[in-house]
């Protein structure tokens, strides 16, 4: 039996099916939208509703109380885009990680089944990948076509 010998991979085949995985990553991106603008929209009812309170106990408008929690609130900001540009990043890396991971399966599956033979190469999958399953499956169906 042949062993696989991986292809050399260039920065150009960096997607193995880039249909499947810009989709994936576009939820990936949703999710991330989703949750940052709801975690900052709370920060910022937080803030209007701090700033209410405030006035409703007799706080007069010029009071360096709320010059302290606009300041307080930029650096919230400050933080918060610093943090939400690292997360969307790391969203971005994994996310790309599982997409290979679940296309580099389905790929390999796809070019094994095209070209199944007594002689075509082991069927075999990185530890990494999801669908470990289909290694045994892809032996049993290449031993039953050598029948």
Same mark, same amino acid.
């Given at each position: ?5 991986p ?17 994936l ?11 940052? @603008? ?37 650096d919230?900001? @400050?933080?918060?885009?610093?943090? =939400? ?12 990680i ?7 399966p ?33 032996? =049993? ?7």
């Open positions: 039996m042949n062993k696989v010998d292809s050399p991979r260039k920065i150009t085949n960096i997607l193995i099916n880039p249909k499947f995985q810009f989709k990553l576009s939820y990936f991106i949703g999710l991330f939208l989703i949750s940052t @603008t709801s975690l900052y929209l709370t920060t910022y009812l937080f803030f209007y509703r701090l700033k209410e309170k405030a006035l409703n106990v007799g706080i007069p408008d010029g009071h360096v109380f709320f010059n302290f929690i606009k300041n307080q609130q930029h919230l900001d @400050t933080l918060f885009i610093g943090l =939400a540009i690292f997360n969307f990043f790391l969203l971005i890396g994994v996310g790309f599982i997409s290979h991971r679940i296309a580099g389905i790929y390999k599956l796809k070019k094994q089944l095209s070209v199944i033979s007594e002689d075509s190469n082991d069927f075999k999958l990185r530890q990494s990948d999801f669908f470990q399953e289909l290694e045994p499956l892809v032996k =049993a169906l290449k031993e039953k076509r050598d029948v």
